[in-house]
């Protein structure tokens, strides 16, 4: 399956971070090489008022943090995550 | 540990517990000051990623569990407008001992500044 068959990955715009992306959501293609490098480069290609994004946010992906090095798999739902100030 | 987490936009109203063995009640409760950077303000607007918020609440209590054994704890977080002087969070730790649950609750809050989604997301200022 390549990436421009493959099931999109969903990017949902959490707190903060949805006015500056100007919608709750998007999908963005799921790179071949699943990295979240790739990632970065296709989500800020499609949004580019993203191009500026906090420096210590995260992706979540059910409802669980990514380490760094996780792979993207086609259709994934991703959240990104701003810094949170709850409490 | 029993756990009950709720994330709810009314205003929190959380009965104390009833008595069962434990030797130690400590509730925290983090309420919205009147002032945001310095300026004057009448609420407070937050939103939450709940189901991952929950989740995240239950990880850390968990985790924390292990170190600082308690009996139960609950947490109420509020999303939505919450004006100056209501709380923001409760949360309360039944131990059998004080220093467990005055640690968990410490150590939870500085986890839930860190690892829980939930934002503010804006201050309403008083004049408006």
């Known amino acids: ?87 | 540990m029993t756990l009950d987490i709720i994330i709810q936009a009314e205003p929190i109203a959380l009965a104390p517990p009833p008595c069962e063995g434990e030797g130690a009640v400590v509730r925290f409760e983090g309420r919205v000051r009147g002032e945001e950077k310095g300026r004057p303000i009448r609420a407070l607007i937050y939103e939450a990623y709940q189901p991952m918020a929950v989740r995240q609440m239950t990880t850390i209590l968990h985790e924390l569990g292990k170190s600082h054994p308690c009996l139960s704890v609950r947490v109420r977080h509020r999303i939505g407008e919450i004006a100056v002087g209501e709380a923001a969070i409760v949360v309360e730790a039944t131990a059998l001992h004080r220093a467990e649950a005055f640690a968990l609750v410490t150590a939870f809050m500085d986890r839930l500044k860190q690892d829980v989604p939930i934002w503010k997301m804006r201050a309403i200022p008083r004049e408006s």
């Open chain 1, 1 to 87: 399956m390549n990436a421009t068959s493959s099931p999109p990955l969903r990017v949902l715009f959490l707190g903060p971070l949805r006015e500056q992306a100007g919608c709750p959501q998007a999908e963005v293609p799921c790179p071949g090489d699943g990295t979240q490098a790739s990632f970065w480069k296709a989500l800020r290609e499609k949004i580019p008022a993203l191009e500026s994004l906090p420096g210590k946010l995260r992706l979540a992906r059910n409802n669980e943090f990514l380490d760094s090095a996780a792979l993207l798999n086609p259709g994934d739902e991703i959240a990104l995550i701003p810094p949170v100030s709850g409490g």
